[in-house]
């Protein structure tokens, strides 16, 4: 192995000061060492196009990518929730209705408002036969109130006088309270007759002066039974043939327990506060109607509208091949978004286009090239180059079609077509000063790229790709979805081999993905 | 033959001693033969490489090759020798394949102009290593390949797949850059008077 260049003097003594130089063993050289030895580190010998420069995945990516599958699952999973069983009425006791119809309708409506305010006692109302009283009044609510508020007791009354109602218990202090609501609401107002007048007041007298305080006790009311009665309960003659409360105030001789019949009650949002400090009269007539309007209109059939196109977003982890051969070796995982449409075409058949995007991080391909970049007569001047590659940015529009399992199966099939736009995130800096070559003996020098080529940020890698996309998916509730699938690029992004791969580089990778919907599809 | 125990090998143990603890895959002898020629092979791999971490990382691969064929060595040679050529074919392995080189450019090159400067001879270790790993790596091969272990051009476009005067044409361009960086590290007579 000797050869016949004599080198200089200088370079002699550095070659004979390299190759007798030692290095100094450094202490954990060895635990690196045992670390190949165990197998941890693999000694590269598949000949990848980067072997030894590939870094590692990060693992705060990988986290990320996991933590955003997880968390917009949850968050997903959490808000189709509330979505879908979100009670139909929310209607806050202490909220009065500031827009329902139907409670506003008695302010305007009514003919004779005093006379709604008296009407509230049983009493005025048969002293006072020629009232006229508004069916839709809100005196009107006052006497189903008296039937409806539960378990007030009456002191000064002999201990048979309170009575029990199995749905719903009333006694003459509920009278009082439900007096003082309907004074409530018709306050300002002028009275019709001096005889109505009169009436209330004495009533008032009575009720105030023998119920000293109301504490009523919680309890479901029906809306919908209290405006059923109302018919009934401002009927005076009615007052007279039924159970009574204001006969028990007037006569103690009544029974002591009185047995309502029970009517149909169904269940509503009518719940009196939970507290025994709160009164019937925080509960204004007006809600009780408009609970029961709303409870109506939740039984009332309402016309099924059926999209057949849904949206949402998706997110999710990919792992990525580097390259198709280095499977093992080159696996990166991290995070993709994206929204995609859907187009129901068929029963259990959609169609589907998303746009998705995703850095595919962890190449670090270089290349070190020398172009001429100027001339003159002989001499060239050369400039060398280093192109770096450490990321690409991938925009994919995969355009899928699911098909269910089976009939009405949570389970879908996945199939489509992707593809992509890719943006390189590459580096392209001078590598050394320029340098001149003379030419006078031989100026077959014919470069392959010429210099205004080179400052093209997409060298070395392709632009454009088209793939193969397969899965499958799972839906578990209507607004929220998993997916599989895999993606395989049919293109060799890193063209030309211009960072001296001769490995196909291409754009694959297994995704998991999230998607919920905004907007689903009828199924 | 006896397989020696654990006590048997000792840092001062022969190469022999070694080789037979390496050969029945004894940790404590292969660390002690890796201790040993780490110094003399690291310096081959750091030649080529563009770091410390690179070239132990090389060197590793290497030993791996060392520890499973040491069955091969027959002996003939100095031990040193023939594991410095596992280093050197692992090291040429890796940097055939991250170096590019032209291979459009088969041109004639100027006539070789040695490096002759006497700074280089001034130059710590460290900085030598530093200056050549400076030197764009496809340069750097061909240089150290001629100049230091001595090849031929030929030898050198056959063991890298090049050509012959791609060959001559990184040498040619791995000596302008040292003269250049040597150029820069020679003192400023000018400054030194202005000081």
């Known amino acids: 192995m000797t050869s016949p260049y004599q080198p200089s003097n200088d370079e002699a003594k550095l070659r004979e000061r390299l190759l007798s130089h030692e290095f100094e063993y450094r202490p954990d050289a060895w635990k690196a060492m045992e670390r190949h030895l165990d197998g941890s580190v693999l000694p590269d010998q598949k000949g990848h196009a980067m072997p030894d420069t ?11 990518s996991v933590g955003i599958v997880l968390i917009v699952s949850l968050l997903a999973y959490l808000y189709s929730q509330q979505k879908d069983h979100t009670p139909n009425v929310e209607i806050p006791h202490a909220t009065p209705a500031p827009t329902s119809p139907v409670a506003q309708q008695p302010a305007s409506n009514v003919e004779m408002p005093s006379a709604a305010t008296t009407a509230t006692s049983s009493v005025a109302q048969q002293s006072a036969s020629n009232v006229e009283i508004p069916h839709a009044t809100p005196a009107a609510t006052s006497p189903v109130a008296h039937k409806s508020a539960p378990n007030v ?61 109301l504490n009523i006790e919680p309890s479901p009311v029906s809306a919908l039974d209290l405006i059923d009665n109302q018919d009934k309960d401002l009927n005076p003659n009615n007052y007279n043939e039924e159970n009574n409360s204001d006969q028990l105030i007037n006569t103690t001789t009544a029974p002591a327990t009185t047995t309502i019949p029970t009517k149909k009650i169904i269940p509503t949002l009518a719940f009196l506060p939970n507290s025994s400090n709160y009164s019937v009269s925080s509960v204004t007539p007006r809600d009780l109607i408009r609970l029961g309007e709303l409870q109506i209109a939740d039984h009332a059939a309402m016309p099924q509208y059926k999209p057949n196109w849904g949206w949402g977003i998706a997110s999710g982890a990919q792992w990525t091949f580097l390259d198709f051969d280095g499977f093992a070796n080159q696996v990166l995982i991290r995070p993709h978004v994206g929204i995609f449409a859907e187009y129901k075409k068929k029963a259990g058949q959609s169609l589907r286009a998303e746009l998705q995007y995703k850095k595919v991080t962890g190449y670090n391909l270089t290349s070190f090239k020398s172009y001429i970049t100027g001339r003159n007569l002989n001499v060239i001047q050369i400039s060398n180059f280093r192109y770096n590659l450490p990321a690409i940015h991938v925009f994919q529009m995969p355009i899928t079609w699911q098909k269910e399992v089976f009939r009405q199966s949570k389970w879908s099939w996945i199939g489509g077509v992707r593809p992509a736009l890719i943006r390189p995130v590459s580096t392209v800096s001078l590598a050394s000063q320029l ?32 793939g193969l996309v397969a899965g499958l998916a799972y839906q578990p509730i209507r607004r929220l979805a998993i997916e599989l699938r895999y993606n395989q690029g049919l293109l060799d992004i890193s063209r030309d081999d211009f960072f001296n791969t001769s490995l196909d580089q291409t754009n694959s990778d297994v995704q998991l993905s999230v998607r919920y919907y905004f907007n689903t599809v009828t199924p | 033959m006896a397989q020696p125990t654990s006590v048997s090998y000792q840092p001062n143990s022969s190469d022999e001693v070694l080789l037979s603890g390496c050969l029945a895959q004894h940790r404590l002898a292969q660390e002690y033969l890796y201790r040993r020629y780490y110094g003399r092979l690291m310096g081959i791999a750091m030649r080529y490489c563009n770091g410390r971490d690179e070239a132990e990382d090389i060197l590793n691969t290497a030993f791996v090759k060392i520890f499973e064929a040491v069955g091969q060595y027959q002996g003939t040679g100095a031990l040193g020798g023939w594991m410095a050529r596992i280093v050197f074919n692992t090291t040429i392995d890796f940097v055939r394949k991250r170096a590019s080189y032209r291979r459009l450019h088969d041109h004639n090159t100027p006539a070789d102009q040695p490096i002759e400067n006497p700074a280089l001879q001034n130059l710590a270790i460290e900085e030598l290593y530093e200056l050549i790993q400076q030197v764009p790596a496809a340069s750097r091969t061909v240089f150290n390949l001629y100049v230091i272990e001595g090849y031929k051009h030929h030898e050198i476009a056959t063991m890298l797949g090049i050509d012959e005067g791609t060959s001559k044409w990184h040498l040619s361009k791995a000596r302008g850059i040292l003269q250049k960086l040597l150029k820069e590290r020679e003192p400023n007579p000018s400054k030194i008077i202005a000081a």
Not at chain 1, 436 to 465: E, V
Request: glycine share 4%; net charge negative; charged share 15%.
């Open chain 1, 54 to 64: 590939t870094p590692s995945p990060r693992p705060t990516l990988q986290v990320l």
């Open chain 1, 435 to 466: 340098e001149f070559f003379d030419l006078s003996n031989s100026n077959d020098i014919s470069p392959a790229t010429s210099y205004s080529s080179i400052q093209n940020g997409n060298k070395g890698i392709r632009s454009f790709d088209i």
């Open chain 1, 153 to 213: 007791e009456m002191p000064h009354m002999a201990p048979n006088a309170s009575r029990t109602l199995p749905q719903q218990n009333i006694t003459a202090s509920e009278k009082a309270n439900n007096s003082s609501t309907a004074n409530t609401l018709g306050t300002g107002l002028e009275p019709s007759t001096m005889v109505r007048q009169q009436a209330e007041s004495d009533i008032s007298t009575i009720l105030q002066n023998s119920v000293p305080s």
